[in-house]
């Protein structure tokens, strides 16, 4: 997550795409173009960056401040359509770096207009399209309690996640649940006494139900799906994932195609499976005392890099 001039993991991007002056890169998630304008510095007049993002103000952003750059192109869609746009943009050519900077941006979450934040009053949205139908608040309209306990517990591993979504329901049944002020003070009410005082009781809530609604799973597992036929050899995949759910989904891929341990059987499959397709490239995790001081956001970012073979 990044602000456009404060990108999250930067110096780790830089050297896990290993650019060359002449290559294509699609940068997935380009938010404000953090790591986008860096990229761009990298590559020389015959390369070529492609950007995507679903967001409509992210869309704005880069038509304003970025498509005068020949090199630059930028497709507002799904990033998991990456087959797609590779073939609209790239005539179909397998490209040499392709950056995924998972999850909301900085100015999508400061706006409590989005309503992404439990902290700011807004409306409950929590779309990153919001030309996509289906709002926060729909959803929990539309949902029964069963459904929503689902989604609090197995994207937020919400322990009270029953008693909020009956209360949620109760709430919107009496027409008192109108804004994420709203949802935050009804889910801090779920919690015994001891634990409510603190701040955060609602971060888990929202995190589940804005990766639900944006389908951020399905389409981090979609991408991963393509990614490999898209990556010339020697190319590099970079992804900077936020929770340990979209973690756990990027391990195991790049674990089961190079030579890393089967995260189920704990063997190693090297042996197994000869036919590897990438090769780990080991960077530090996690984000440096020091970015962290600067950025707090980049706390829980972790980066893994692997390269085509
Ligand atoms: C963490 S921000 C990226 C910040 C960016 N790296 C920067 O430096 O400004 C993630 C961005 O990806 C977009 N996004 C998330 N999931 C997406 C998806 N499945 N398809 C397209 N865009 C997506 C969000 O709208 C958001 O703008």
Same mark, same amino acid.
């Given at each position: 997550?990044?602000?456009?001039?404060?990108?999250?993991?930067?110096?780790?991007?830089?050297?896990?795409?290993?650019?060359?002056?002449?290559?294509?890169?699609?940068?997935?998630?380009?938010?404000?173009?953090?790591?986008?304008?860096?990229?761009?510095?990298?590559?020389?007049?015959?390369?070529?960056?492609?950007?995507?993002?679903?967001?409509?103000?992210?869309?704005?952003?880069?038509?304003?401040?970025?498509?005068?750059?020949?090199?630059?192109?930028?497709?507002?869609?799904?990033?998991?359509?990456?087959?797609?746009?590779?073939?609209?943009?790239?005539?179909?050519?397998?490209?040499?770096?392709?950056?995924?900077?998972?999850?909301?941006?900085?100015?999508?979450?400061?706006?409590?207009?989005?309503?992404?934040?439990?902290?700011?009053?807004?409306?409950?949205?929590?779309?990153?399209?919001?030309?996509?139908?289906?709002?926060?608040?729909?959803?929990?309209?539309?949902?029964?309690?069963?459904?929503?306990?689902?989604?609090?517990?197995?994207?937020?591993?919400?322990?009270?996640?029953?008693?909020?979504?009956?209360?949620?329901?109760?709430?919107?049944?009496?027409?008192?649940?109108?804004?994420?002020?709203?949802? !935050? *003070? #009804?889910?801090?009410?779920?919690?015994? /006494?001891?634990? @409510?005082? +603190? =701040?955060?009781?609602?971060?888990?809530?929202?995190?589940?139900?804005?990766?639900?609604?944006?389908?951020?799973?399905?389409?981090?597992?979609?991408?991963?799906?393509?990614?490999?036929?898209?990556?010339?050899?020697?190319?590099?995949?970079?992804?900077?994932?936020?929770?340990?759910?979209?973690?756990?989904?990027?391990?195991?891929?790049?674990?089961?195609?190079?030579?890393?341990?089967?995260?189920? !059987? *704990? #063997?190693?499959?090297?042996?197994?499976? /000869?036919?590897? @397709?990438? +090769? =780990?490239?080991?960077?530090?995790?996690?984000?440096?005392?020091?970015?962290?001081?600067?950025?707090?956001?980049?706390?829980?970012?972790?980066?893994?890099?692997?390269?085509?073979?």
């Amino acid at each position: 997550m990044g602000l456009s001039h404060n990108p999250v993991l930067l110096n780790s991007v830089i050297e896990g795409l290993n650019i060359i002056p002449n290559g294509t890169y699609i940068d997935c998630t380009f938010g404000r173009g953090g790591h986008s304008k860096n990229i761009l510095e990298k590559i020389g007049n015959e390369g070529k960056l492609i950007a995507i993002d679903k967001d409509g103000e992210a869309e704005s952003y880069a038509i304003s401040n970025f498509t005068n750059d020949k090199r630059f192109y930028f497709e507002r869609n799904n990033f998991s359509n990456i087959k797609h746009i590779i073939e609209k943009y790239n005539n179909s050519q397998k490209v040499n770096g392709i950056l995924l900077d998972l999850g909301v941006s900085s100015p999508q979450l400061d706006n409590p207009k989005r309503g992404f934040s439990f902290m700011k009053e807004g409306p409950i949205d929590m779309r990153m399209d919001t030309s996509s139908h289906m709002t926060a608040l729909l959803w929990l309209q539309e949902a029964n309690v069963n459904e929503i306990s689902d989604v609090l517990k197995q994207y937020g591993e919400e322990k009270y996640s029953r008693r909020i979504a009956k209360l949620i329901k109760k709430s919107l049944e009496s027409d008192s649940l109108k804004t994420t002020i709203d949802l !935050s *003070k #009804l889910i801090n009410k779920c919690y015994p /006494k001891s634990e @409510s005082r +603190k =701040k955060n009781t609602a971060t888990r809530s929202f995190q589940a139900i804005r990766i639900f609604i944006n389908k951020e799973l399905e389409e981090l597992e979609k991408i991963l799906e393509d990614i490999l036929a898209l990556v010339e050899k020697g190319g590099r995949i970079v992804i900077i994932s936020f929770h340990s759910l979209e973690d756990r989904i990027v391990k195991n891929f790049i674990n089961k195609h190079s030579d890393g341990k089967n995260i189920i !059987s *704990k #063997l190693p499959i090297a042996n197994l499976n /000869k036919n590897l @397709s990438l +090769k =780990k490239i080991k960077l530090p995790l996690k984000a440096s005392e020091v970015e962290i001081k600067k950025n707090i956001r980049a706390r829980s970012a972790r980066i893994r890099v692997a390269e085509k073979i």
